[in-house]
């Protein structure tokens, strides 16, 4: 302690012990040369008055009164000399404050007041005997703690009642030694600041304590195994005596003993303790309850430092914690816990295990791997095993939904976690290529249909934002594109969109997400449609204007630019007379207006409206084209076998044997067939169903679709083939005409930089010879590993 602390004011014993008794009770005489300095300042202030001297004897002093213009003047008259003291004082006075001190020591009454004690050390200190009073006095306090340490050399008591009995005796030393120092002030504030190398009088007696308790090394060890017992109970979960462990440890503290006689034994205890609870209860709890279990530790422990550890032990302790209870099981809970947790969507229990892992090196990186792997192997169960397709996108949208909680709720919003769920997403949807992209395109059709009334608008935006985020994971955009299109085309001309604002709103984040290259012949599907519906207005205008019989029939058409649509196969049939007609004034009239181009119709896109007349009443049937020319049919007979209808409509045998089904064996039975079931056969017969009953009197009968149309599916996917060879030579081309020269593996890797779309080192391959057979590009004769620009 330094010197400067004991110059302030009167310190307590410790943290722990009891500062009540202080010196209030001690009237202390005022310090005469500094009355005396105070006494001359503020003479104008007073006529006469008394000062102290410092043998303690009081001296009137004189005082000059002057006039009252005239400036008061203070003149001291000191002894000549002082008084000679009883050649008996020193042994008289030390054996009156001894008796004091022996008085305090054995807590007994005391025959002398206070400030009779105090003058009387004052005395001695002003008459040279300040050196033999305080080793006096240290010899007298160093016989009592010695008898006081000694005594639990002998005693074979209970360890807690050693522990309370020790901490007695600690707590009577601070409160003895308060009054001890009460009565020796003037000692400690003027001999013992003068001189250096001595202790002050209350660091005195803790320098004594400390003494006898390290030389007596069996007092030591048993104070601490006490102490380390208490606290082992505690942790078993004991009611302990938390004063008493607080009391005792402020003693080691307050004896500077703290660290080498508890602290290290205190860590290596607690590392012993939870190296063993952490080994059997990683086998015996589930991990939710482990990592419970290894909080409450923490909380425990630092609760503990708060209550009577010295906060200097916190770090080494929590530390070995985290080290025996965490770290040393990090793999083992990842292993055993993590899957089990996410596929729970467990998110306090994730929560907790982020925020432990957070105090482990590493912890977090390792969890973030952990966590990568479990989408991918999740995510790959999802997207590979066919059976699923169906449900393949909706689980996709669902899981990157779970999983974005967890980051954003458990995982504290981590940017290292969020771009892990990025590339593990990336890597397990494009583990199956195309079909991704082809289901996500189908699914985008499922909900932007006029049938879909699962969302409102707002839902369905956010629903698109969300597929937008796993279109960005695909590698094969150009496939979902083509089926995008094919079924955008669908809703448009069969009228079957839900919103064209919401189908607006998806062309938008396409073009935004590929850019207007992307996009632009999406967006002329969109402006062929508009351009039609004026197209049709003039058309009726014609139509009414003109001298024909055509006005009993209403016919819609849609222009469309080839290069915009999907391609559609020519199917010729054979189409009402009335009809015909009215397609060759929709030629004559658009050629007129529109020299050079052709148009080519394509019946399977056309749909009708009929007016049929049953014995319950009139009804209209929304029907695609080839349902209306079988049922046209049945005006003129009552019942037609397949072939009948074949030869009169000229439809090809699936595409018929699927309308008729439709209309035969549907929800909507307009036909009734012989023989009854589900599948049409050759030999079938058919008849109009007069009985037909439905309570709707506009009624839509949905042509039956072979399943994903396998046919149209394939198409699809080779033009999409098509169109990735001529993207490829295209950037085979342009790589050698800039390079000139260029070896193979050089190309490759250029091509792979490129092209937007996964392909193989084959098929790569396949298209650089297709180039060389062309002559857009030839071998080195030097070296067949390196190809040359053919200008």
Same mark, same amino acid.
């Not at 909380?299 to 550890?309: A, D, I, S, T």
């Not at 009929?610 to 009139?618: D, I």
């Given at each position: 302690m330094s010197r400067h602390s004991r110059t302030s004011e009167d310190r307590g014993p410790n943290r722990g012990g009891n500062n009540e008794h202080s010196y209030s009770g001690i009237k202390r005489k005022r310090d005469t040369q500094a009355e005396i300095e105070n006494m001359s300042d503020n003479t104008h202030k007073r006529a006469n008055f008394s000062a102290v001297t410092q043998n303690g004897l009081n001296r009137n002093l004189n005082i000059l009164n002057l006039k009252p213009a005239a400036t008061k003047k203070l003149v001291i008259k000191n002894l000549k000399s002082e008084p000679k003291l009883p050649d008996d004082y020193r042994e008289q006075t030390w054996d009156k404050l001894k008796s004091a001190v022996l008085d305090i020591q054995k807590s007994k009454p005391n025959c002398y007041s206070l400030e009779e004690l105090y003058q009387a050390v004052e005395n001695m200190c002003n008459h040279k005997m300040a050196n033999t009073l305080y080793n006096n006095l240290r010899l007298l306090t160093e016989s009592h703690v010695r008898d006081n340490i000694e005594q639990f050399l002998a005693e074979s008591m209970d360890r807690f009642l050693f522990l309370k009995k020790m901490n007695d005796t600690w707590q009577n030393h601070c409160h003895q030694m308060i009054m001890i120092r009460s009565i020796f002030l003037y000692l400690d504030r003027t001999y013992v600041l003068q001189t250096p190398h001595i202790h002050s009088i209350w660091e005195m007696g803790l320098e004594l304590f400390r003494q006898y308790i390290l030389q007596y090394t069996l007092v030591q060890t048993r104070i601490v195994d006490g102490l380390l017992m208490l606290i082992e109970k505690e942790r078993q979960g004991d009611a302990v005596d938390r004063t008493l462990l607080k009391s005792l440890l402020r003693m080691l503290t307050d004896l500077q003993i703290y660290d080498q006689a508890f602290e290290q034994k205190f860590l290596v205890a607690t590392e012993r303790l939870y190296a063993s609870e952490g080994q059997r209860l990683m086998q015996?709890?589930?991990?939710?309850?482990?990592?419970?279990?290894?909080?409450?530790?923490?909380?425990?422990?630092?609760?503990?430092?708060?209550?009577?550890?010295?906060?200097?032990?916190?770090?080494q302790l929590i530390h070995n914690i985290e080290k025996q209870l965490l770290s040393e099981h990090v793999n083992n809970i990842l292993q055993k816990g993590l899957d089990g947790l996410l596929e729970g969507n467990r998110l306090a229990d994730l929560s907790l295990l982020y925020v432990l892992f957070g105090r482990v090196k590493n912890g977090h990186s390792e969890l973030c791997v952990s966590f990568n792997a479990y989408i991918k192997k999740r995510g790959r169960t999802i997207v590979i095993d066919p059976e699923k397709d169906k449900e393949m996108v909706q689980e996709l949208l669902d899981f990157k939904d779970t999983m974005d909680n967890v980051v954003a709720n458990c995982f504290n919003k981590n940017e290292k976690f969020s771009n892990s769920l990025k590339e593990a997403f990336e890597y397990y949807i494009n583990q199956r290529a195309n079909k991704p992209a082809e289901l996500i395109a189908k699914f985008v059709d499922s909900k932007l249909r006029a049938g879909n009334k699962e969302a409102t608008e707002e839902e369905l935006e956010r629903l698109l934002d969300k597929i937008m985020v796993l279109f960005r994971f695909i590698h094969g955009k150009d496939v979902f594109e083509a089926f995008y299109k094919k079924d955008l085309a669908k809703r448009l001309l069969v009228g079957k969109s839900a919103s064209v604002d919401a189908e607006k709103s998806m062309l938008s984040k396409l073009k935004q997400e590929c850019g207007g290259g992307f996009t632009s012949k999406l967006e002329g599907m969109f402006k062929d449609m508009e351009l039609s519906k004026d197209i049709v207005v003039a058309f009726k205008h014609y139509v009414g204007n003109s001298n024909n019989d055509l006005s009993s029939l209403e016919m819609t058409v849609h222009i469309l630019t080839m290069g915009y649509w999907p391609t559609y196969t020519p199917m010729?049939?054979?189409?009402?007379?009335?009809?015909?007609?009215?397609?060759?004034?929709?030629?004559?009239?658009?050629?007129?207006?529109?020299? +050079?181009?052709?148009?080519?119709?394509?019946?399977?896109?056309?749909?009708?409206?009929?007016?049929?007349?049953?014995?319950? +009443?009139?009804k209209e049937l929304v029907v695609s084209l080839?349902?209306?020319?079988?049922?046209?049919?049945?005006?003129?007979?009552?019942?037609?076998?397949?072939?009948?209808?074949?030869?009169?409509?000229?439809?090809?045998?699936?595409?018929?044997?699927?309308?008729?089904?439709?209309?035969?064996?549907?929800?909507?039975?307009?036909?009734?067939?012989?023989?009854?079931?589900?599948?049409?056969?050759?030999?079938?017969?058919?008849?109009?169903?007069?009985?037909?009953?439905?309570?709707?009197?506009?009624?839509?009968?949905?042509?039956?679709?072979?399943?994903?149309?396998?046919?149209?599916?394939?198409?699809?996917?080779?033009?999409?083939?098509q169109d990735r060879q001529y993207q490829i030579d295209a950037a085979i081309v342009r790589i050698m005409k800039m390079r000139k020269t260029l070896s193979h593996n050089l190309l490759i890797s250029e091509l792979y930089l490129q092209l937007k779309f996964p392909v193989k080192p084959a098929d790569l391959k396949k298209r650089i010879e297709s180039l060389i057979d062309r002559d857009y590009m030839e071998r080195d004769k030097d070296n067949p590993n390196q190809y040359n620009y053919v200008a």
């Open positions: 015996e709890m589930e991990i939710p309850e482990y990592l419970s279990h290894v909080d409450k530790r923490i909380l425990e422990e630092n609760e503990r430092v708060l209550h009577y550890l010295d906060s200097g032990t916190k770090y010729e049939v054979n189409i009402p007379e009335n009809m015909v007609q009215l397609q060759e004034v929709f030629n004559k009239f658009y050629l007129s207006k529109h020299s +050079g181009r052709k148009l080519q119709w394509q019946p399977t896109l056309g749909y009708c409206v009929l007016k049929a007349r049953f014995k319950s +009443g009139r080839f349902q209306s020319l079988v049922l046209l049919l049945f005006n003129l007979s009552d019942e037609l076998t397949f072939d009948d209808i074949k030869t009169a409509t000229n439809i090809e045998d699936g595409e018929l044997k699927r309308t008729l089904q439709s209309l035969a064996c549907g929800k909507a039975r307009v036909l009734n067939k012989t023989p009854r079931g589900r599948d049409i056969e050759i030999l079938d017969k058919f008849n109009f169903n007069n009985e037909f009953v439905n309570k709707l009197y506009r009624i839509k009968i949905n042509q039956i679709q072979m399943k994903e149309t396998t046919e149209e599916q394939k198409a699809t996917e080779e033009r999409v083939y």
